[in-house]
């Protein structure tokens, strides 16, 4: 059922922005080389926990950027990849809600992704959601029982990487609820819309090496 879907990819994103955005503030930040290995690993393990819970309901998209690849490939259809989107985008805003009544609304804008410098940001994100995108199709495509540390530790792999430049969002609905929640906006729109473009790169790379059947 539809509405089964759409609530493990809620739950799925909850438990990836809630645990991740925990790890932000456990660490005081990424301030340095230890706090953005430990914020890495917060995102990739809470990614592993959502994939094993609700992986069997929904594929454990947890980010539209993701739902956005399947659906340019035929594997979702587009009322089912609206529904991801809701889920997704309801599951981050909810995940930063229950960390401003943990807290407070300043440590939910804290977690918020940010950069420095547009250009970089923007080829950063994506650059790395191309990537990590790709990835987990051609992951699944492939199937096996490693799949879901694969793609966790490819998610570990982009925030190593990603965290200085860009935040390392690779997910619209990551940096949406966050943002919105925490009332500081200003810089989401680049969260929006080049996880999409990574997207849609990454699609274009997996019908380019097809992964034989």
Known sequence: MIINKVLAELLGTFILVGLGSLGILAVGGAGGAAQIIAIA???GLALLIGIWALGHVSGAHYNPAVTLGFLLNGEISLSDA??????????????AVVIWIASSRDAVASTATGYADFSTALIVEILLTAVFVWMI??????GGTAAP????M?????????IPFSGASVNPAR????????????QLALYIYAPLIG??????????????E
């Open 199 to 212: 997207a849609v790169l990454a699609w274009a790379l997996y019908r380019l090496f097809p992964v034989e």
């Open 137 to 142: 199709m051609v992951t699944v495509k492939r």
């Open 41 to 43: 690993f917060a995102f």
């Open 149 to 152: 540390g694969a793609i966790a």
């Open 82 to 95: 609206i529904g991801y989107w809701i889920g997704q985008f309801a599951g981050a805003s909810v995940a």
């Open 175 to 186: 940096s949406f609820g966050p943002a919105v929640v925490g009332g500081d906006v200003g």
């Open 154 to 162: 490819a998610l570990v792999g982009v925030h190593l990487a990603g």
